[in-house]
């Protein structure tokens, strides 16, 4: 496709499933729907920008055949690039960046937005903008009832974060309920705010593998209640200058003192 006309038609068309639809030109949208599909999108080297791409009950691949490795996924809305719902999605490779940039806001910017859904990154590039926003999470993995799940692994790829709470994987862990299990198999993730962790999951962690370096934060892991995180490998590296105290400087968040969230959660880490 080298249109946004013809884009929509191929999402539309009744003989899409199984197919892959490949981008012959940059293109620019307002949205896009893809709802109850089996399709795969070759960004070949080309930018796709769109206010989001819903995906709803579909099985959805997204990789770039190009030798340049410059096919992007951009988004201006401060959803996220991709919003799955009741989904499968993988990602071989690409570049996945969120440009949410609306003057005086100080609202999320996501990139990657996934509910009751599974969820694999092989490779890839995934940023979002460091200009707006404090929430900036690249994955948000909302949930709606304890009977949603969502899985999360990652394989590999590079992960940029930036603005303070700008988390690399992240689910609603206050009161609402979320059932989340993230597998992190490798990966460079590197975040540049504050208290932006690699992960603050509703659920399960298992990392057995990982490059995690924070510039403008003290902490690794945000263990909200009745969580766990599983350490079994990786290399970790914060700023212990980030926090007013930086004997608490670490690998995790764990404070139960008046003022702060209770997060009741364990850590168990595996000697490898």
Request: charged share 20%.
């Amino acid at each position: 496709v080298t249109t946004a006309d013809k884009l929509q038609e191929a999402l539309a068309s009744e003989d899409i499933d199984g197919k892959t639809i490949k981008l012959y030109d940059d293109i620019e949208t307002e949205g896009l729907q893809l709802n109850g599909k089996n399709v795969a999108f070759d960004l070949n080297g080309k930018t796709l920008n769109t206010a989001k791409l819903e995906v709803k009950n579909s099985t959805v691949v997204f990789r770039d055949s190009s030798e340049n490795g410059e096919g992007t996924l951009a988004t201006d809305g401060k959803v996220g690039v991709i919003n799955a719902v009741n989904s499968n999605v993988t990602i071989e490779n690409g570049r996945f960046v969120s440009n949410y940039n609306k003057a005086g806001s100080s609202g999320y910017a996501n990139v990657i937005q996934v509910r009751n859904s599974e969820l694999t990154i092989n490779g890839g590039y995934f940023e979002n903008n460091d200009n707006v926003g404090s929430y900036n999470r690249l994955i948000y993995a909302n949930s709606y009832s304890t009977t949603e799940k969502t899985t999360i692994t990652i394989n590999g790829g590079e992960f940029v974060s930036h603005r303070n709470y700008g988390y690399i994987v992240s689910s609603d862990s206050g009161d609402r309920d979320a059932n989340v299990e993230v597998v992190i198999n490798g990966g460079k993730f590197k975040t540049t705010g504050l208290h932006s962790y690699l992960t603050n999951v509703k659920g399960s962690v298992v990392v057995n593998d990982c490059t995690f370096t924070a510039t403008g934060n003290h902490t690794v892991f945000n263990i909200p209640k009745d969580s766990t995180v599983t350490v079994k490998g990786g290399t970790f590296s914060v700023n212990e200058n980030a926090y007013w105290d930086p004997s608490k400087a670490g690998l995790i968040f764990h404070n139960k003192t008046t003022g702060w969230t209770s997060v009741d959660g364990t850590l168990l880490v595996d000697p490898v």
